[in-house]
């Protein structure tokens, strides 16, 4: 069964430094997403992805954080200039629909990012 | 706003007793509403979706408009169902998961 794939699994970072996450989604798949998931706290959206823009994106997606589809395979997350708050389990998630029109989202793994 | 609420963190519950994991939501519109499980070491999946009406692993889940609620539950609780579990909402038309944050569920032997 094809799954969405994530590197790194793990990502140690400086305070200040540029980082991208990067993910393949399910190939078929024309919805690509990015979440949070701080430790201890919900799952929280970051964006949304289709058709080469930005769909839909959160309030804590500002101006640090942006996505690109460099390829037709591989979707990347790209922050910036990393804080310490950015922290976290980072998850991709590819979809063929809307969510909001009952389309599952198929996740990655996760890249755990620590920030020092 | 659109908010999922999941009261418990974590549920313990003896095999073979029966399971109810609670989701309420706050949302205007009509929901679709979701169940993802995180196994130990594993991804985020879906378990079931209330579209669907389907029984997934012994677990089902009904809408209720009135109590804004999906509870998920499962009449006898087997210990490979130890997991997380996320109740997640989308609003119709949008692209994003609302999640809650997860109970954790524990089943004895």
């Known amino acids: 069964e094809p799954e969405v794939t994530q590197t790194p699994s793990h990502q140690v970072t400086q305070m200040g430094q540029e980082v991208i996450l990067r993910c393949v989604p399910i190939?078929?798949?024309?919805?690509f997403y990015w979440y949070r998931q701080i430790l201890g706290q919900k799952v929280e959206f970051l964006v949304s992805?289709?058709?080469?823009?930005?769909?839909?994106k959160s309030e804590i997606f500002d101006d640090q954080f942006s996505v690109e589809r460099p390829d037709g395979s591989n979707f990347t997350l790209k922050i910036r200039s990393t804080k310490l708050e950015d922290s976290a389990m980072y998850f991709c998630?590819?979809?063929?629909?809307?969510?909001?029109?009952?389309?599952?989202?198929?996740f990655g793994p996760g890249t755990r990012l620590t920030v020092t | 706003a659109q908010r999922v609420t999941q009261p418990e963190k974590l549920l313990s519950v003896f095999k073979g007793a029966p399971v109810e994991l609670k989701c309420n939501y706050s949302y205007s519109g009509s929901p679709e509403l979701f169940w993802y499980v995180q196994y130990s070491r594993q991804r985020l999946q879906l378990l079931l979706r209330h579209i669907s009406r389907e029984s997934i692993k012994g677990f089902t889940a009904d809408l209720n408009k009135g109590e804004t609620s999906f509870h998920l539950k499962k009449p006898f609780a087997q210990e490979e169902d130890s997991a997380m579990y996320y109740c997640a909402l989308s609003a119709s038309g949008t692209y994003k998961y609302i999640f809650g944050t997860g109970t954790r569920l524990k089943v004895l032997a």
């Open positions: 998630a590819s979809s063929a629909g809307l969510a909001g029109d009952s389309y599952e989202q198929y």
């Open positions: 992805f289709y058709n080469n823009e930005i769909s839909e």
């Open positions: 190939s078929n798949h024309l919805y």
